[in-house]
């Protein structure tokens, strides 16, 4: 089965500028994660979707930071406007409902982005 | 405020010999524990993960311990190949399928 889609790979903006990100899941899996990770740290969740609905968006920045996943499949990341410290990559995964936890759930390549 | 601790940024290990990664979480309700692993400009994958219900799993040349009265788990890579190589991250399953990451641990295997 293909993997987690992200686009672009690597992105270069100005400071205050806007920025946008997309993902597409594996075919299929209702629960789509946003992460950011951040140099030397581990991937902090940003916000989880069950199928078009937010189930927990509690450490997205919602001031600069919108995400929306239309029809429950593909999804986009929007930060604006952006700040030096949103320097990250952004990674996505995805899991199926009633997945077993034994497999744990798949990410994407990530985007890397870098304020300047 | 870390609920995952991962608290050795980077191990050297000889090629053939054991590599023990270790994290320590804070919250006694997390019911499973996952080891991802992360290549440079990919995304994390998979490796193993134990139930909470478990203090063992075993897959390969990879084990996973759990001592929940410690709050303590362990990964076991024996033995270790050059392509182990990589930054390891230690995760935990909260309610609603939220997964919470450590910092990771960066591994190196020596030829």
């Known amino acids: 089965e293909a993997g987690v889609a992200q686009s672009p790979r690597y992105k270069i903006i100005e400071k205050r500028q806007s920025v946008a990100f997309w993902c597409n899941p594996i075919?299929?899996?209702?629960?789509l994660y946003w992460y950011q990770q951040i140099l030397g740290q581990g991937p902090k969740l940003l916000i989880q979707?069950?199928?078009?609905?937010?189930?927990?968006d509690s450490q997205l920045p919602k001031d600069r930071f919108s995400a929306e996943r239309l029809k429950g499949v593909d999804s986009t990341l929007k930060i604006q406007p952006a700040k030096l410290e949103d320097s990250a990559v952004y990674l996505c995964?995805?899991?199926?409902?009633?997945?077993?936890?034994?497999?744990?759930?798949?990410f994407g390549s990530g985007t890397r982005l870098t304020v300047v | 405020d870390q609920q995952v601790k991962q608290n050795s940024p980077s191990l050297s290990v000889q090629e053939g010999r054991i590599s023990i990664l270790n994290c320590d979480y804070t919250?006694?309700?997390?019911?499973?524990f996952l080891w991802y692993k992360k290549y440079p400009a990919e995304g994390p994958t998979f490796l193993i993960s134990?139930?909470?219900?478990?203090d063992k799993n075993e897959d390969g040349r990879f084990t996973v311990f759990l001592n929940k009265s410690a709050k303590h788990l362990s990964l076991h890579i024996v033995p270790s190949q050059p392509g182990d190589s990589a930054v390891y991250f230690c995760?935990?399953?909260?309610?609603?399928?939220?997964?919470?990451f450590g910092p990771g641990t960066s591994l190196s295997v020596i030829p």
């Open positions: 979707f069950q199928n078009n609905g937010v189930v927990d």
């Open positions: 995964a995805s899991s199926s409902e009633g997945l077993p936890w034994s497999y744990g759930y798949t």
């Open positions: 919250n006694s309700m997390f019911d499973y």
């Open positions: 995760a935990v399953k909260t309610s609603y399928d939220k997964v919470i």
């Open positions: 134990i139930s909470s219900i478990k």
């Open positions: 075919s299929g899996h209702a629960t």
